[in-house]
């Protein structure tokens, strides 16, 4: 992006939509890109997990970044006129964006920390793992499995306090 980012998510989101745009604005701000999020609702989610957003960057972005939804007919707050970047774990086909999805990871705001390691401090790692325990149910579903497990330890050792993230 040469102005800014738009961070968008599916209508009536869920904790892994959620984790995976705040941590992602997270990562975002310490990179000191420019970023706008676009949530229909951040429901219970903390506000202190929130990202600072610059007013001024949302009307300067040139990219949506979609995370946890591939279909822009469910997406909140979707650009036409944007170019627009999917990242998803939900299988898929013939998505007409540039994306990357990968249906064996256990959720978005997991594939999100694989991607942005290097870049994860306290706040994006609570709500990435705060996604991952979501869509894991604590790590119960039949969806864990090695790399769900090693995803969540390593978001701990990147500074998640796991029970803020189990909060959410």
């Given at each position: 992006s040469r102005k800014g980012i738009k961070?968008?998510?599916?209508e009536r989101p869920d904790v892994d939509a959620l984790g995976s745009v705040a941590?992602?604005?997270?990562v975002l701000n310490s990179i000191r890109a420019p970023f706008s999020v676009c949530v229909e609702s951040w429901l219970s989610f903390s506000t202190e997990l929130r990202p600072p957003v610059s007013?001024?960057?949302a009307s300067e972005v040139d990219v949506q970044l979609?995370?946890?939804?591939s279909d822009?007919?469910?997406a909140f707050g979707y650009d036409q006129g944007l170019e627009t970047l999917v990242i998803d774990h939900?299988?898929?086909?013939?998505v007409p964006f540039i994306n990357?999805?990968?249906?064996?990871?256990?959720?978005t705001s997991a594939l999100l920390s694989e991607l942005f390691f290097d870049?994860?401090?306290s706040k994006s790692s609570v709500c990435f793992l705060a996604g991952l325990l979501a869509d894991t149910g604590v790590l119960s579903y039949s969806n864990v499995d090695e790399r769900a497990l090693k995803d969540a330890i390593r978001l701990v050792q990147a500074g998640a306090n796991w029970n803020a993230a189990y909060v959410e």
């Open positions: 961070i968008i998510t599916h941590g992602m604005g997270w007013a001024s960057v979609m995370l946890d939804v822009p007919k469910r939900h299988a898929v086909e013939d990357l999805i990968d249906p064996s990871c256990c959720a870049h994860l401090d």
